[in-house]
């Protein structure tokens, strides 16, 4: 059985920073893309940053380059965001998701495993 289990979210003032992990167990997803997605109040779920398989390429969402970091230890199955200065419109559920593509894909559709999602909220 896959399981994704995000940790690290918080409240937290802006221009703080945070590190999300995301540990996957039961199967191992080294060659495979992980992402990480949010989800505001009243919003869809929306890409964040992706990370891929055996090349370990990066890939973010405009509006948090510069400031969020996607990494990954394969020994430990476990992959990161790194959140720097963060702002309140960054406050949301955020969603590790583990693809069954070695390439990065920013759609929804193309992760099949979700963890339960970790809440973060930036106070101003």
């Known amino acids: 059985q896959v399981q994704l289990v995000e940790s690290g979210g918080e409240l937290v003032q802006a221009g703080g920073s945070l590190r999300l992990s995301c540990a996957a167990s039961?199967?191992?997803?080294?060659?495979?893309?992980m992402g990480w997605f949010r989800q505001a109040p009243g919003k869809e779920r929306e890409f964040v940053a992706a990370?891929?398989?055996?090349?370990?390429?990066?890939y973010y969402v405009d509006f948090v380059k510069g400031r969020f970091t996607i990494s990954k230890d394969n020994a430990k199955n476990t992959v990161y965001l790194q959140m720097n200065s963060l702002k309140p419109e960054d406050t949301a559920v955020y969603y590790c998701?583990?693809?069954?593509?070695?390439?990065?894909?920013?759609?929804?559709?193309?992760?099949?495993?979700w963890g339960q999602g970790t809440q973060v909220t930036v106070s101003s």
């Open positions: 039961g199967r191992t997803f080294s060659r495979y893309a």
């Open positions: 990370i891929g398989g055996s090349s370990g390429r990066t």
């Open positions: 998701a583990a693809s069954l593509l070695p390439v990065i894909t920013t759609s929804r559709l193309d992760y099949a495993y």
